[in-house]
């Protein structure tokens, strides 16, 4: 079976956005301390646009992509959402349909518990 078959359906990112890239650093150090992320990458400098209860927004934020397992889906975005400033934090699940298998190997060790 070649690695990117193995791992199909096997990772997923988690995408999500914080106010500032000091906030997206203390929920990342927590995911991967808690061997729930293996890595967390965060892109400052993000503009967004939205609305929100009733007025549109303007804010920079960072964007976040959570390198997981899906096994681990449910935890993580509990984990996500009990350390999430946000009221109404974006959650999205992204699938990863394969990769470099010695990469896939080392997530899959940084995310046993």
């Known amino acids: 079976m070649s690695g990117d078959k193995q791992a199909e359906g096997e990772f997923?990112?988690?995408?999500?956005t914080f106010g500032s890239v000091a906030e997206a650093e203390v929920t990342a150090e927590a995911l991967?301390?808690?061997?729930?992320?293996a890595c967390v990458?965060?892109?400052?400098g993000m503009?967004?646009?939205y609305e929100w209860k009733g007025t549109v927004e303007k804010a920079?934020?960072?964007?976040v992509f959570i390198?997981?397992?899906e096994a681990l889906k449910e935890r993580?975005?509990?984990r996500l959402r009990a350390l999430h400033p946000y009221d109404v934090p974006a959650m999205l699940v992204l699938p990863i349909l394969g990769g470099?298998?010695?990469?896939?190997e080392w997530a899959r060790e940084q995310t046993r518990g």
Request: hydrophobic residues 40%.
């Open 100 to 104: 470099n298998e010695d990469y896939l």
């Open 32 to 37: 991967v301390r808690e061997r729930l992320a």
């Open 76 to 78: 993580v975005m509990a």
């Open 60 to 63: 920079e934020e960072a964007a």
């Open 41 to 44: 990458n965060i892109h400052p």
């Open 67 to 69: 390198k997981t397992r």
């Open 47 to 49: 503009r967004s646009v």
């Open 12 to 16: 997923i990112f988690l995408y999500s």
